[in-house]
C-alpha cells in the first residue's frame, strides 16, 4: 500500500540535466518543488575525486557510473518479425542513473542544431522535392524555430560556460568558428580550449582541402568561469578522462557544477535519491496527471500528488513510463497510428583511425578532453547539397581524440595479429603515432516507421513491468550518409600525411553492443498534430495538459550533432513556457 | 555545508563501514557532503591465488605470456601480474556478473542482440580452462597446456582462435575471445588490479597512469611527455628515500 | 588537546519561575531587528540549535570540550525549559558577566568574556528579538562534565584569573569604522574564542591576541596582519571571506565554515568591512621557521604534490580564485600546528556554500591513499615551499591524527 506524501506543486522524475534545469526554473518561480531521481547523490570530491577516477577499468570497461542492467534494461531486435532479447549488459548506449544523470559523465560536447534541422521535412521537401526522401522515412518538423530557441541555447551555453569560437553572431560570419551555425545573440562565454598537436594537424589538413574547421564547442573549461546563478567551475587540465567518468576538479559542466549548488540553497526545493519512479497517475478522466508512484531502496511505496508532472527521465524511460501509466495512444507501425513509441533515433557514427611515422610523430593522446577537438560542418544537415548523392543528412567531422586511455585506445595496423609477440611490438609502436578520434563522424538519424519503442511481450523488471522493447536498423539512407563522410573524413588524414588509413563505415545490421553514442531520442516526440506527435511546441503533453515531458525524447528526428545543447535549450523553452504562459492559466497551451 | 558536530558522526558511520549510497534519502537546502570518499578503491596485493586452483593457475599464467609475451624490453603478461588480475576480477563482482540483467527465458539470439549466455566469467573460465588441459592432455602426449613447449602452446592457441579446436560443453572462441579482452585489461589497467605490474603496460607506451593536469604540456606539439606514469597506489618516488 | 574549546555555551536554567518584566514592546521592530543582528554577528544559534532542527535556539547540542561535554542550553521564550520567566537583570549578568540565573558561575564556554564588551543595550536588543521565537518546550541537562570541574564555584578562580569584565570603549585616535570593527571582533563576533590562544585553563593569552588556536580538531589560524599569516590580504579579500566563505586565497571550511554560514554572510557589509578594517591592524608575528626538512623529503612531498595536487592547486600552490586556496596566502598552511593541514589531507573537506559562493567546491580524502611517510613528506613539501617554512610534519604527527579522526577525539 503507497504511502501519500504531502502535496507539492511540481513533481518532477529524474534529476539530470534537464530535471535540473526545469527545477531550478520553477523553483525561481516560487513553486514548491520535489524531483525524485533513481539513483544515488553524486558529488565531485566523494563520487568521482581526482586521485582515484581515473580507473579506466572501473568506469570505462565496468561500467561504475552507469544504470546496473539488472536494474532495469531494454530489449531489442532490429526488424519487427524477430523475437527481442534483453540487453544483459551495456554496448551500444550508456544509460546514466544517478543525480546529474548523463551530466555527470558525458563528454561536454554543446552543440546547437541548424534551423533547418527545426523545419526538416518542409526544407527538404521546398530543396528536393517529396519524392527525394524515402517512402518509409517519418520526419517531421519540431513545432519551434532555431529563432525561437536561440535565446534558450544561450542561457545553457552560458549556465555551463562553454568554450568556443562563434562563427555567426547575429549574422555576422566570424573567422576561426564555424560558418555554417545558425546566428547566435554573442560570442561563447570563454575562449575555445586549446588544442594538442593531433587536433591542430586536422584543423591544417582541413584547411587545406579548402574546409573551415572550428574548436569544438566545448563544456571542459579553458578558463575558470563563474556562471550567472553564481557557481564556480575551474580551468579544464586536459586530463583525458571525461566521458564515462566523472570530472575530479570543477572543470566540465554538468548540474553538479552548474545549477545544484545555486538550486540546493532555494528553500523550496528537495531531491529524493535511490527512489525510482514506477508510474505516473492519472485522475478517472485520463486528463489529469495527480502525481506519481515511486519506490524507494527499503521497498516502500510511495505517492507523490503534485498539480504538475515533469518528466525528465532518459529518453527510452520517458516512452517507458508514458506507456506504462497509459498515457497518450502507443504506436502501432502495422497501423501507423498512435504516438507513444514513434520516430525513435540514434546517431549514425564512424571511425577513421590513422597511423603516422613514429619517427616524425608523437601525439600525446593522453593530453585530451571531453569535447576538445577541431571540427568541419561542410557534410552537415543541408549544408551541402544532396541532389547527387541519393541521400538526405549529414553530420560534423573531426580529430576529437578525447584520450588516450590504453585499454580503449591502443589501434594497431590493419593485418595485425590480435595477440602475442606482433601485436605487442605494434601496440608500442603506434600508440603516439596513430590517431583514433573518439567520434569521428557524427551523422544524423531520421526517422523510420518502422523504428519505434513499445513493451516487451516477455521480459519484466524487478517490479515485474514491461521492459521497453526497441525495434531498430540502420536505413540505405544512413548507410549512404555515412559511407559518403567516412570518405571525406579519410581525405583530411590522408592530407594530414597519415601512412595507413582505416574507415570503418557504420553498417547494418544495427548492433547493441557496438557502442555509437548514448544519443538515443525519439518515443515522445514534438510536433505541431496531435495525430503524429506526443507532445505540442512545449513539451507539454497532448492527453494530459499538466504534463510536460523534457529530454531528446522529443526529436522528432536526430541531427547531426550531440543532442545535449539542443535538450536543454528545450527545457529552458518549456520552463519558459510554464512560468509565462501555463501559471497563468493551467491547461493545453496550443488549442488543437 | 556539515556541522561541526556530524563530522564525528559521519565519521563513525564510514568506520562501520555505511556509505550513504545505499539508501533513499531526501537532499534538502545543502550539497550533501562527508568526509572520506564513498567507495575508495580496494588495492589489489599479491599473494595466493583466490579463484584459480593451481592447476588453473599454471594453465593462465602460461597463456597470458602467449598473449602478451616477453620481449627484451617488456616483461610478458606473467610478470606484469595479468593472471592475478584475471583472478581478482574472477573473484570479484565480475567474474559472478553481478549487475548483468539475468532474468530469463535465455534464448539464443542475433550477434546483434548481444551476449544472451546464463554463463558467468567465472564458469567460464572455469570450464575453459578445464576443457583446455584435457584437449591437450588427449592430444600432446599427456601433457598440460602449461607443460607444453611455447610453440606448441601458441599452435593450440591459434587453432582455437580459427574455430578449429572444440570444447565439451563451452565455446572455445568465446572462451578464447574472453582471454583477448581480460588478457590486455590486466596489462593495461591500474596496478591496483593485481595486473600492469610496476606501470609495466603503461610504461612500454608512454601512458602517464592517473595523471590530472596536462596543463604545462597540451602546448608541446610533437614532444614526447616527460613523466614517468603513476597509478592509484602512487608511484616509487612518492615515498621518501633514506638518504 | 593542549588548549580548551570554549565557545559552547553552558547556560543553565534553574530554579522556580518569577514573574518577569519583558523591558522591550513587542512592537519595538527597530529594537528586535537590532537584537535579530546581534545574535547572527554573536552566532547564538550556532551552538543553541541542534544542526538541522526546525527549532532555533531550544538548545540540546552537545559538544565535547576538553573538561567534557557539555549541552547547550534552551534560550527560547518557554517559561519552563526556555528563559522565558528570566528578568532583563538575570539575561544580562548571564551574556556579560557569565552568571547563571542562581548568580553561579556558568563555564567559559558561554563566550561572556567577550559578551562583555557589548552594551546593555545591545543585550536587552538581543533579548528582545529572542523574546519574538517561537517558545520550544524542551527541558536540557547542560552541565554533564565530570568531578571536579562540575563545581561551578570552580569558575570563580578562573574568572579571577581570565575575565576582564567591561564594555567596549571605543579608540579615539582610531576612525569610526576601526572602532566598529573592534567592538565587533571583540565583541559579540567573539573570534578570539577561536582565534586566540589559550591557557591550560582555556584563558584567554592576551598577549598572543588573535594569533591562533586549536580546537574541536580544526586551526582556528593567526589572523594577524604586518608579519602574520594575513599579512599579504587586503581589506577586501578579508571582507569578501567572511561574506562569501571565499575569496582570491582561501576558503572557509570546518569550524569558520558553520561560522560563515550562520553569522558573518549575514552580516552587512559595511560591518564586514569594520571587521576587516581592525584586524588589518592587528599586527603579529612572523611564524615560527623550523630549520630544513631533508631533502629527500621534499623530493618525495614535491612529487607527491604534482602527481595529486596540482590538478586543483595548480603546480606554483596558487589554486583557482574563489574556489581552490592558493597554498601560498592561506592561514592554515603556515600555522605551527599542521592539525588542519593533516585533516583535510586524510579525510578532505568541503568548503562552505553561501548565497554570493554557491559552489563549495570540496577537498578529496587522500587518507586512504598514502602512507604515514607520504603523508608527512606531502604535508611537509607544501608547509615549506608554499608556507613560508612552517615546521616539518613527522610521521608519527599524521598517525596521531589519523588516530583523532578515527576515534573521533579531534
Known sequence: MARKLPAKDVVIVGLGWTGSIMAYELAEAGLDVVAIERGPWRNTTTDYPSNYIADELRYRIRHELFLRPEQTTFTFRNKMAQTALPIRSWGAFMPPNGVGGGGVHWNAETWRFLPSDFVLRTHLTERYGASFLPDDMTIQDWGVTYDELEPHYDRFEYLCGTSGQAGNVKGEIIEGGNPFEGPRSRPYPNPPQDQPFGHTLFAKGARELGYKPFPQPSGNMSRAYQNPLGVRLGPCTYCGFCEWFGCGNYSKATPQTTILPALLRKPNFSARDNSEVTRINVDASGKRATGVSFVDTEGNEWEQPADLVILSAYTIFNVQLLLLSGIGKPYDPTANSGVIGRNFTHQTISDVTSFFDPDKFIFNPFIASGAIGMCIDEFNGDNFDHGPHGFVGGGYMGQVQTNGRPIETTPVPPGTPRWGAQWKKAVKENYQSAMKPGTGVHGSMYSYRDVYVDLDPTYKDRFGRPLARITMDFHDNEIKQNAFLTDKFAEIFHAMGAKQIVKQYRKAPYDVTKYQTTHLCGGAIMGTDQNTSALNRYLQSWDVPNLFVTGASAFPQNAGYNPTGTVAALAYWAADAIRTKYLRNPGQLINA | MMHRRSFLISAALWFAGTTSLTRASTIHEHMPWSPYPSDAPRLERPGPWQFFTADEANAIEAIVDRIIPPDPQTPGGKEAGCAVFIDRQLKGPYGSGVGHYNLGPYKKGTKEQGPQSPLTPAKLYRQGLASLDEYCKSNAGGKTFAQLSADQQDDVLKKIEAGQIKFDGVDAQGFFDALLKDVPEGFFSDPIHGGNRNMVGWSMIGFPGIRYDYRDWVHHHNERYPYPPVSIAGRVDWTPHSS | ?410
Open chain 3, 1 to 410: 588537546m593542549r588548549n580548551a574549546s570554549i565557545i559552547i555555551a553552558a547556560l543553565i536554567a534553574a530554579g522556580a519561575g518569577i514573574e518577569t518584566g519583558f523591558g522591550a514592546s513587542s512592537q519595538d521592530f527597530a529594537r528586535i531587528e537590532r537584537g535579530r543582528y546581534l545574535a547572527t554577528a554573536a552566532d547564538c544559534g550556532s551552538c543553541h540549535t541542534m544542526p538541522g532542527s526546525d527549532h532555533p535556539f531550544s538548545g540540546g547540542r552537545s559538544i565535547e570540550t576538553p573538561f567534557g561535554k557539555l549541552v547547550s542550553p534552551n534560550i527560547t521564550p518557554d517559561r519552563e525549559t526556555g528563559i522565558g520567566d528570566w528578568t532583563d537583570d538575570q539575561f544580562d549578568a548571564a551574556v556579560r558577566q557569565g552568571r547563571g540565573r542562581s548568580g553561579a558561575h556558568l563555564y567559559p564556554a558561554m563566550p561572556f568574556p567577550y559578551y562583555t564588551r557589548m552594551s546593555r543595550n545591545d543585550v536587552e536588543a538581543i533579548r528582545a528579538y529572542l523574546n519574538t521565537i517561537e517558545p520550544v518546550h524542551n527541558a536540557v541537562r547542560s552541565n554533564q562534565l565530570p568531578f571536579p570541574i562540575n563545581i561551578r564555584s570552580a569558575m570563580t578562580v578562573w574568572d579571577a584569573l581570565y575575565f576582564k569584565p567591561g564594555e567596549y570603549h571605543p579608540d579615539s585616535s582610531k576612525s569610526a569604522q576601526w572602532n566598529r570593527g573592534a567592538y565587533l571582533v571583540q565583541g559579540p563576533g567573539h573570534c578570539g574564542a577561536c582565534h586566540t590562544t589559550k591557557s591550560w585553563l582555556g584563558g584567554d593569552k592576551q598577549t598572543d591576541a588573535l594569533r591562533g588556536d586549536t580546537l574541536q580538531g580544526w586551526v582556528a589560524p593567526d589572523i594577524t596582519s604586518g608579519q602574520g599569516a594575513l599579512g599579504g590580504w587586503s581589506v577586501d579579500d578579508i571582507t569578501a571571506y567572511l561574506k562569501s566563505g571565499h575569496n582570491r586565497n582561501a576558503a572557509a571550511t570546518g569550524l569558520m565554515a558553520e561560522v560563515v554560514d550562520l553569522s558573518t554572510s549575514k552580516m552587512k557589509d559595511d560591518d564586514l568591512k569594520a571587521m576587516a578594517v581592525y584586524l588589518k591592524d592587528v599586527s603579529g608575528q612572523a611564524p615560527q621557521t623550523a630549520k630544513s626538512p631533508e631533502k629527500n623529503v621534499l623530493v618525495a612531498g614535491k612529487a607527491i604534490y604534482q602527481d595529486l595536487c596540482s590538478s586543483c592547486h595548480a603546480s606554483d600552490g596558487k589554486g583557482v580564485p574563489n574556489m581552490f586556496p592558493n597554498l601560498r596566502e592561506t592561514a592554515t598552511v603556515p600555522a605551527t600546528d599542521p592539525t588542519t593541514v593533516l585533516r583535510v589531507i586524510l579525510q578532505g573537506a568541503q568548503s562552505v556554500a553561501t548565497d554570493q559562493e554557491p559552489t563549495g567546491p570540496a577537498m578529496p580524502a587522500f587518507g586512504w591513499q598514502l602512507d604515514n611517510a607520504q603523508i608527512a613528506a606531502l604535508a611537509t613539501y607544501v608547509r615549506t615551499e608554499f608556507g613560508k617554512n612552517a615546521p616539518s610534519v613527522s610521521e608519527a604527527d599524521v598517525q596521531k591524527a589519523r588516530s583523532k579522526l578515527a576515534a573521533g577525539t579531534n
